[in-house]
Nanobody, 124 residues
Framework: QFVESGGGLVQAGGSLRLSCAASKYNLNNWNMGWFRQAPGKAREGVSCIGGEGGRTRYADSVKGRFTISRDHAKGIIYLQMDSLEPDDTAVYYC???????????????????WGQGTQVTVSS
């Protein structure tokens, strides 16, 4: 089980940094991803980071604004979100892809363990 934190209410153009930590797993051993689900919409992949070499991927809607990273010493995954827009409003989840590879996957079906989510609300 993962625990996300860092969500909140922010004005458009602002920034938030989400964190994902786990007490049971060493997140450094897996590919990890961030997903989000807005009201009335399906959950979508936002970003992921590969375990081997840390190659990253981003959804087109967040490229250039969001940055995923790892703190290897702390075993924490971050999602830095800048230039936030009202359309970024959603519950954000971190998840584990049971793989250790250069290239991670942004498809929800590839992930097997999820956090409880943290709410991000961007006001216009």
């Amino acid at each position: 089980q993962f625990v996300e934190s860092g969500g909140g209410l922010v004005q458009a153009g602002g920034s938030l940094r989400l964190s994902c930590a786990a007490s049971k797993y060493n997140l450094n051993n897996w590919n990890m991803g961030w997903f989000r689900q807005a009201p009335g919409k399906a959950r979508e992949g936002v970003s992921c980071i590969g375990g081997e070499g840390g190659r990253t991927r981003y959804a087109d809607s967040v490229k250039g604004r969001f940055t995923i990273s790892r703190d290897h010493a702390k075993g924490i995954i971050y999602l830095q979100m800048d230039s936030l827009e009202p359309d970024d409003t959603a519950v954000y989840y971190c998840a584990r892809e049971p793989a250790w590879s250069v290239r991670c996957d942004l498809r929800e079906s590839s992930y097997d363990t999820w956090g409880q989510g943290t709410q991000v609300t961007v006001s216009s």
